[in-house]
């Protein structure tokens, strides 16, 4: 399908000028608002992606962490999973989202349920009702609770092809993550880190729970969100946020109210895509302090790539936890440094006892690395290593070994 040419942009804005309100959107420009705390963060953001990587910490603590500072961690697990802020479900990847967009996924949810699954599995229909009768009756209950989520029994109705997808899931697990898809239920806490599965009678509020909104509208909806959240986004960027298809962005933008513009050094593709900015932030240009800090490599504000090497002119930020060790450039669960509104850096962290560990530490400008930069990188790391408990850091290897001594130096201060 042809993609239509874009509207006549009314506004050109320099790079500096879409970068800063890309990290206004994002929350790095300007004083947090700590009163929202955690759930404003959630709000503002849209999504909170779940990894069970662990490193620092999982990546829904360091979301948070990265713009609020260093805020208890138990206050983070509570603002998520006390059962009327947010639910878990499928958006740019599975995510933490705010309650209030639960109507706004009423299409995927009937997507689910016309091609019958969220990936190519079979279950029984008799499982699936035992599930749903089981927290009907029960009351909410973790796929352990309900049976088990492995597969222990030698008698496995799935095709090798679901077997490959679904790992050794049992029947249950199965069951009770195909009604999640399909919104029979739903998932508002986590215990130990395991779902914790309830009826959406339960705890979607009831005005919540009555809104029905047809495709075209949750569309809309999601695609107006998405540009509030990234502030300035190409075609591609909105279908990313919230993984719709070209045509579904195509036919909300007329009604999202978004503002198409250019953005100078975006490159042809962005202007041959088209571009558009949130209406406010457009109104009222961003100002403030910007965040000094270590960015998950899951946060929002860099996980998607092309974007982050457009939005940062030509940083480069891959995940390698699963490339092998042997070929991996920065390291495992590499860490970007955002300061001064820039990408600056990377570090692979780790933990040994009371000791952030920065296995590799890399900067993007050489030879020469400016005082600010190891200043930032210091206080990035040494709040860090505060924020989960930590007294020292150690640094391993480093892109540019002349820093190590100023770094050290500056740690020790």
């Known amino acids: 399908m042809t993609t239509p040419p874009p509207p006549a942009a009314q506004v050109e804005l320099t790079a500096d000028e879409a970068r800063r309100i890309v990290l206004a959107a994002q929350g790095f420009l300007g004083a947090p608002d700590r009163r929202a705390g955690v759930p404003g963060v959630l709000r503002a953001l849209g999504a909170v992606q779940l990894d069970t990587i662990s490193t620092l910490a999982r990546s829904h603590e360091l979301v948070p962490y990265a713009r609020l500072g260093a805020i208890g961690r138990p206050a983070v697990e509570a603002a998520y999973w006390a059962g009327d802020t947010a639910f878990e479900y499928w958006s740019h990847a599975a995510c933490v989202l705010p309650m209030s967009t639960w109507p706004d996924f009423a299409f995927r949810r009937r997507h689910f349920r016309g091609r019958g699954g969220l990936w190519n599995h079979r279950v029984t229909e008799e499982a699936y009702k035992t599930v749903l009768e089981r927290l ?95 502030g300035v986004a190409t075609r591609t960027d909105l279908m990313d946020q919230y993984r719709l298809t070209r045509a579904q962005v195509d036919a909300a933008l007329p009604g999202s109210g978004l503002i198409p513009v250019t953005v100078a050094g975006w490159g042809e593709r962005a202007a041959r895509e088209g571009t558009w900015a949130d209406p406010d932030a457009l109104a009222a240009p961003p100002r403030g302090r910007h965040r000094t800090t270590l960015l998950s490599p899951f946060d929002s504000l860099v996980w998607d790539r092309p974007r982050t090497a457009r939005v940062f002119t030509g ?4 995940l390698e936890a699963y490339v092998p060790a042997a070929k991996r450039v920065h390291g495992y669960f590499v860490m970007p440094l955002l300061a001064g509104g820039r990408l600056l850096g990377r570090v692979d962290p780790a933990r040994d006892g009371q000791t952030l560990v920065a296995r590799r530490v890399s900067f993007e400008s050489g030879p020469k690395i400016p005082t600010r930069t190891l200043q930032s990188m210091s206080e990035a790391l040494r709040t860090a290593a505060e924020w989960v408990g930590c007294t020292n850091v150690r640094i391993e290897q480093l892109t540019h070994e002349q820093t190590r001594k100023p770094l050290t130096a500056l740690l020790a201060s």
Do not use: N
């Not at 919540?208 to 695609?223: N, Q, T």
């Open 136 to 230: 009907r009756t029960e009351g909410p209950l973790t796929a352990t609770a309900l049976g088990g989520a492995l597969q222990t029994s030698g008698d496995d109705p799935r095709t090798p092809e679901a077997k490959g997808e679904w790992w050794d899931w049992s029947d249950t697990k199965i069951a009770v993550e195909r009604a999640l898809a399909f919104g029979d239920v739903v998932c508002v806490r986590r215990e130990g880190w395991k779902r914790v599965y309830d009826l959406p009678d339960r705890v979607i509020p009831a005005a919540l729970l009555a809104e029905d909104p047809d495709d075209a509208e949750c569309l809309r909806r999601l695609v107006r969100l998405a540009g509030r959240q990234l």
């Open 315 to 318: 940083f480069e930020h891959r």
